[in-house]
């Protein structure tokens, strides 16, 4: 079942509580302050740590199926759920910085960072919907967020054939897929989305004026996102992803 049909049945059987427990549909008439739509203050967020924090309906899902898979020996580990403004804002302009000392132009530079890295105020880890996983109870190469590592013999093999089989059931969808033509962010099989609350978020997301925001938020940077590069960032990077992900 996709997600557009289980959305829809949940809401004629009200059955949502029992496959997806945080998910309402308060939710989805729920307006959102552009503050909460770029990391800046949430109320919604709970946990204390940067591997706990997430959206508190994302957090009870997250749980049940962090259950569920305990009892096929997978212990899922959070590596980065809520990220704030200012955490993104560290690590773009730490990259930035970097990458301009070695020698490569801003607009180089901004293009090396957005392979992986998002712009601040423009992350789905904003919101508190989005986790990075791995299995805890796999060997942990040092670098974990490497794709190979989810693939072939690597050690989170499990947990992602896991996840594409049980995932969906929690309301939980992988966002940079492994599509030859999705642009955009490289492929993430760390990386998911609970969709009953980032779906509406990114629709109050998409009504913001970017280009403004960056430049009022003054980003290391800013002076070289143009007309252009904001209108094919916006169209890759933050809406070219999985189809299940957009309303």
């Known amino acids: 079942m996709d997600r557009k049909d289980f959305i829809k049945q949940t ?3 009200g059955i949502a509580v029992s496959v997806l427990p945080g998910f309402t549909f308060a939710e989805t008439a729920q307006s959102y302050s552009r503050d909460q739509l770029i990391g800046k203050g949430n109320p919604d967020i709970v946990g204390d740590s940067y591997t ?8 009870t899902a997250f749980l049940n199926m962090k259950t569920a898979a305990a009892k096929a020996g997978i ?26 000392a070695a020698g ?11 392979e992986y890295s998002t712009i601040p105020g423009t992350s789905r880890h904003h919101w508190g919907t989005d986790i990075d996983l791995i299995d805890a109870n796999a060997t942990r190469p040092e670098s974990v967020l490497q794709p190979q590592h989810f693939h072939g013999n690597g050690p989170f093999c499990k947990l992602k054939d896991w996840l594409n089989v049980r995932a969906n059931s929690f309301g939980f969808f992988e966002v940079y897929t492994d599509n030859a033509h999705r642009k955009g962010f490289k492929y993430e099989p760390w990386h998911f989305s609970y969709a009953p609350v980032s779906i509406p978020m990114l629709e109050a997301y998409k009504k913001l ?12 940077g800013a002076e070289y996102f143009s007309e252009a590069f904001i209108t094919r960032y ?14």
């Open 234 to 247: 916006r169209s890759e990077n933050i809406l070219d992803i999985n189809p299940e992900l957009l309303s």
């Open 104 to 114: 490569l132009s801003p607009s180089e530079a901004i293009e090396k960072i957005i």
């Open 52 to 59: 706990s924090k997430m959206h508190k309906e994302a957090k």
């Open 75 to 100: 212990q899922i580990e959070v590596v980065s759920a809520y990220r704030s403004f200012q955490r993104q804002k560290e690590i773009f302009e730490g990259k930035y910085k970097g990458f301009t």
């Open 11 to 13: 809401a004629l059987l």
């Open 209 to 220: 004026d970017l280009k403004q925001v960056l430049l009022e938020e003054k980003i290391l």
